[in-house]
T-cell receptor, first 110, second 112 residues
Framework: GESVGLHLPTLSVQEGDNSIINCAYSNSASDYFIWYKQESGKGPQFIIDIRSNMDKRQGQRVTVLLNKTVKHLSLQIAATQPGDSAVYFCAEADYSTLTFGKGTMLLVSP | DSGVTQTPKHLITATGQRVTLRCSPRSGDLSVYWYQQSLDQGLQFLIQYYNGEERAKGNILERFSAQQFPDLHSELNLSSLELGDSALYFC???????????FGPGTRLTVT
């Protein structure tokens, strides 16, 4: 597959561990935040979203936390699996336009 | 499979040339977005079309243009290509008022 970024922050975890990926956003007026996963050679794939009036949202094995005070977003992945290895992007929405963060590469070792 | 298709998958061309990238959105989606992904700039929003009309513009160069046709497919035209235009170009689509965008597999453009 093709690499989407050779200089991304990287998080290396063992299979079964919990992973936490962090993101700082810039626009305090953003009303919607999304996490995307991008596997090598593929387009970004929606994982989970959260509206600005929420602090926490849970999905299947994933939780997103939003701290508007410090403009910080995090993605928690429970029981990380090798298939979770990918680049993860946070995105903030202003109307329908998304602004993506730089991304974090998650490497999961079996 | 997101339901968004893009062609071609790979494109190799020379500086100064012009290319056209094509995107078909998910069935029923009226909004189409174009993004450029490069190693140094990350994923950058270029332009959005909704039902044939330009809706929002991002960091799109004047050498680049796009359009959305009545059948809702979209084309991104890149002209006077430079080495720095080498990147992955993604198309995404969404339903009206929906923040969730579905991305295609991308077109890898290499300018030599």
């Amino acid at each position: 597959g093709e690499s989407v970024g050779l200089h991304l922050p990287t998080l290396s975890v063992q299979e079964g561990d919990n992973s936490i990926i962090n993101c700082a956003y810039s626009n305090s007026a953003s009303d919607y935040f999304i996490w995307y996963k991008q596997e090598s050679g593929k387009g970004p794939q929606f994982i989970i979203d959260i509206r600005s009036n929420m602090d926490k949202r849970q999905g299947q094995r994933v939780t997103v936390l939003l701290n508007k005070t410090v403009k910080h977003l995090s993605l928690q992945i429970a029981a990380t699996q090798p298939g979770d290895s990918a680049v993860y992007f946070c995105a903030e929405a202003d109307y329908s336009t998304l602004t993506f963060g730089k991304g974090t590469m998650l490497l999961v070792s079996p | 499979d997101s339901g968004v298709t893009q062609t071609p998958k790979h494109l190799i061309t020379a500086t100064g040339q012009r290319v056209t990238l094509r995107c078909s959105p998910r069935s029923g989606d009226l909004s189409v977005y174009w993004y450029q992904q490069s190693l140094d700039q990350g994923l950058q929003f270029l332009i959005q079309y909704y039902n044939g009309e330009e809706r929002a513009k991002g960091n799109i160069l004047e050498r680049f243009s796009a359009q959305q046709f009545p059948d809702l497919h979209s084309e991104l035209n890149l002209s006077s290509l430079e080495l720095g235009d080498s990147a992955l170009y993604f198309c995404a689509s969404s339903a009206l008022g929906d923040y969730e965008q579905y991305f295609g597999p991308g077109t890898r453009l290499t300018v030599t």
